[in-house]
């Protein structure tokens, strides 16, 4: 992006956001896939 300081507070929100739905999406994907491990030793 650019060098600009007017856009330095944007580029900081924007990488926040990023890493949060970054973060989200990982422990979404452990927490169903742990669930479906789970379900498939219950019921075989």
């Known amino acids: 992006m650019?060098?600009?300081?007017?856009y330095a507070d944007f580029v900081g929100r924007r990488r926040a956001r990023s890493k949060v739905i970054a973060w989200?999406?990982?422990?979404s994907m452990v927490l169903v896939g742990?669930?479906?491990t789970v379900l498939t030793l219950l019921f075989g």
């Open 2 to 6: 650019s060098d600009d300081p007017e």
């Open 34 to 36: 742990g669930g479906a």
């Open 24 to 27: 989200t999406v990982i422990i």
